[in-house]
């Protein structure tokens, strides 16, 4: 997904949290909604876009194993592999590292790809309705994504999925493990956005418009 299309945890945020324990011990465990503001800002920071990839802010697509820009029409493979690192909203990184596969016209500034990589969080912070959240990887989250792009602009369902798990904490609290199995996904036609899956023992559906 590219980063203006990224899933933004927004003030039309809504939350529906399903077999939660309404007596949540905030000392060991994630509130339900704090839970699902996490699960949503973590997918949100793993949003990706071309640049990211290192194939250029306006689709300039480059030839596996090239380093040199190609100037056919004809859509070119891709198969590289890429790391990024992102600043986290309260302090700390991310750092997400794999591969891509697929192809790219650089003449009609289409791009579709799908990145197979490894999320590893240092120290990363965010703001959630239990207060700041810190999260590391132990050890780390899977992850994909798929990204469509035709004629510059996104095209059909954009996707992700994290599966692993880390540890949390709360202020200078022991770290606590989680484990994670989220899929999310993003309509450019309706500008929907969903997180669904499992998060820290918590059943999340997060669905927002953009």
Known sequence: ???????????????????????TDLSTSLSPSAA???????????SLGAADFGLGATVAIRAAGSGATVAATAPVAINKTFSVTKQCPQGGSVVIAGTIVGTGDQATRSLTVDATATRTDTGCAFQTDDGVITVNGTPN??????????????????????????????????????????????????????????????????????
Request: charged share 10%; aromatic share 4%; glycine share 8%.
């Open 141 to 210: 989250i899977a992850y994909t994504s798929h990204l469509t792009i035709v004629n510059g602009m996104l095209s059909g369902l954009q996707t992700q999925t994290h599966k692993g798990s880390f540890t949390w904490a709360r202020g200078s609290g022991s770290p606590i493990p989680c484990v994670v199995d989220l899929a999310s996904q993003y309509d450019p036609a309706t500008r929907i956005a969903t997180v669904k899956g499992t998060f820290c023992d918590k059943t999340i559906n997060v669905t927002q418009t953009r």
């Open 36 to 46: 699902a503001k996490l699960a949503a800002s973590m997918d949100a920071s793993s």
């Open 1 to 23: 997904m590219i980063r203006k299309t990224s899933l933004i945890c927004s003030a039309g945020l809504l939350l529906t949290v399903a077999g939660c324990n309404t007596s």
